[in-house]
DNA sequence: TAGGACGAAATTGTTAGACAAGAATGCACG
DNA sequence: CGTGCATTCTTGTCTAACAATTTCGTCCTA
């Protein structure tokens, strides 16, 4: 690994930028599990003041990606079962929120069906990392088509542990990207027909396959 | 009011208690909807560092407490009918959820009971502030007992602004503290009686209400 | 050799001062 | 009376430094 990153243009805060650079690198798993982040490291490898790497460093903690206590240095957290169920919980409340409310309208969001089709070119041809960040977005799409402000910010907390949880167990990950499809189609025929219940149904049956799929690869406790 | 401020012991760092003051004077309305506040106004308020001031901004922007976009400054947020409708929709979500989960499990978690006595107190001796307080409190712990650290999280950012809504309108409510008190404890004595479908009811009807209440406080759109 | 205590190094928390850049305000001029 | 410019306010970022806390390695002792 290179001993300097840059960053790229684009965000007008330069916090703002080195808080997305960090982020990419934690849910792609370019910075492993349990990897400890200190300040001056960031401040150094990034050519910014140790202040700023610190509001970075705070910021991602805040939304879960990080995780420290006082005076401690910030950690890449290592998520257990009991995390990844909890993690699938709350998922699942919110997520099957916003497919009720959008089968109540029966309006297909077009960014989900736009997501949908995205999965299935990364899926053909085996790029891997965008068919993790697809799936992200189709989800993501999904609940930001219900207009609630305060419902995306909470699936932003989650869906972010999520694709941490993704990407850090990438190299374990077996799925047959056709079962994930039908799945995801499944859930937006729900919303066409107008069924709440049905799309709820079948949103909740997608996730619970999600997380057994994910704890799958989870290395075994050892005894 | 005063031109100094003072923090109370107890928080081991600074900008924790910081943080915890100016979130209490928020929700509390006695910093008043759509006030700025500058970072040198609180850190010379509070005989802190700029950016020890700017920190803890930057946390209760983070929890929907503030709101500010690039160098402009921060303001506590005036939420509007709009608003407010989002706001309770995504409190419902969460607490049906918790009060379905805590159903299944037939257990009613101690702590909602006390904060239900609670109520009751600060009701009967017209302490409206300790009445909201217990009021937040229940939920609170409704949501705890679950056990779901996501789930809490989330909950954590709705409430806080459920809190500040309470707070700024208080002046305009006239709340009957026995409707509240039986729409809680129909709640509790669905979770006892094991019927989660019955304990999302009662719980949305409480929240429905709850949300006509505070609507009705609010100052007309001018025309 | 194993264990614990002590001390040094590393890391974070906080402060001060400074400068640049963007936003808001008011005044002057057309 | 309205518009544009300049001043002022405020935030964004940096450098430097010290205090407090944690961590780690070493050394001494049993």
Redesign the pocket.
């Known amino acids: 690994m290179s001993s300097e990153a840059h960053l790229e243009l684009g965000p007008s ?3 703002d930028a080195l808080y997305e650079s960090i982020r990419k690198r934690i849910v792609n798993g370019e910075i492993p599990q349990g990897e400890k982040l ?3 490291r960031l401040a150094t490898e990034y050519n ?5 790497a ?1 509001a970075a460093l705070e910021r991602l903690t805040g939304v879960g990606l990080l995780r420290r206590t ?5 950690v890449v957290p290592v998520l257990d079962e009991a995390e990844i169920r909890d993690l699938f919980f709350s998922r699942i409340t919110i997520e099957k929120a916003a497919v009720s409310a959008l089968a109540a309208t029966g309006e297909v969001p077009a960014d989900a069906a736009r997501a949908q089709v995205a999965i299935e070119y990364a899926a053909r041809d085996r790029l891997f990392e965008n068919q993790v960040d697809a799936d992200i977005s189709f989800h993501t799409a999904l609940v930001a088509a219900v207009g609630s402000r305060r419902l995306s910010r909470m699936h932003e907390l989650i869906i972010g542990e999520v694709h941490l949880s993704m990407g850090q167990y990438k190299a374990h990950r077996k799925v047959d990207p056709s079962t994930v499809a039908s799945e995801h189609a499944a859930v937006l025929e729900a919303i066409a027909a107008g069924d709440p219940a049905a799309a709820a149904d079948h949103l909740a049956h997608h996730l619970e396959q999600a997380e057994a799929r994910l704890l799958s690869t989870l290395p075994q406790t050892r005894s």
């Open positions: 805060s330069l916090t200190t300040e001056v910014v003041a140790r202040p700023t610190k006082a005076h401690k240095t910030a």
